[in-house]
Each structure stands twice: as structure tokens, then as C-alpha cells.
């Protein structure tokens, strides 16, 4: 399962400003499996949605089917839910 952390410092929300208004923000980090977990930005709507500091999954709702049947993040709307409250994968069969 992916885990994505909110770290001390990194946590508060960042706005950058676009020709269609301003777009928020908050940093956070990937655990991809390499030596170095990698820096993103997770979409918030308005400041007062950063979350806190502490370790996430993302949330079933960030994946869609795109046009051609493909599995795809949302990546304007990547919802994340606490790493211990995440369900677990279950096996099939």
C-alpha cells in the first residue's frame, strides 16, 4: 500500500497563483519503494483542508476509469485517509 507522510515543517498549505485563480496546495511525500521517498503536492480546495502532520493512503474515491478502461488518479483530487485506518487490500479468490 502506498504511504504518503505529512512532515513537521512541509505541512502548512501553499497557494500558487494561476490565470484561473489561485490553486492550493500542501507537500507531502511518497514512499515509491526507493532509497528516498518522493516529494508531491496533494490539491486542496481552500487552506483550511491541510491535514495534519502523520501518514496516509490514498482514499478509494482518488482512483477513475479513464476513456479508454484505464485506471487513473484523479489529479486534481487525490483524498487521503489515515495509514492505520486504510483498508487493507483484500486477496481474491
Known amino acids: ?3 504518503i507522510s505529512i512532515i513537521e515543517g ?5 497557494t500558487r497563483n494561476t490565470k484561473n485563480g489561485a490553486r492550493y496546495f500542501q507537500v507531502a511525500y511518497a514512499d515509491m519503494g526507493g532509497a528516498f ?4 503536492e496533494v490539491p486542496i480546495r481552500n487552506p483550511a483542508e491541510a491535514r495534519p502532520i502523520g501518514e496516509y493512503s490514498l482514499a478509494l474515491s482518488t482512483f ?4 479508454y478502461k484505464n ?3 484523479n489529479p486534481f483530487q ?6 492505520n485506518k486504510a ?3 483484500q486477496k481474491a479468490g
Not at 10 to 14: C, S, T, W
Open 78 to 83: 487525490l483524498d487521503l485517509v489515515p495509514f
Open 87 to 89: 483498508a487493507p487490500m
Open 37 to 40: 521517498p518522493q516529494e508531491i
Open 1 to 3: 500500500m502506498l504511504k
Open 71 to 73: 485506471l487513473e488518479l
Open 10 to 14: 512541509h505541512h502548512a498549505a501553499q
Open 64 to 67: 477513475q476509469v479513464g476513456r
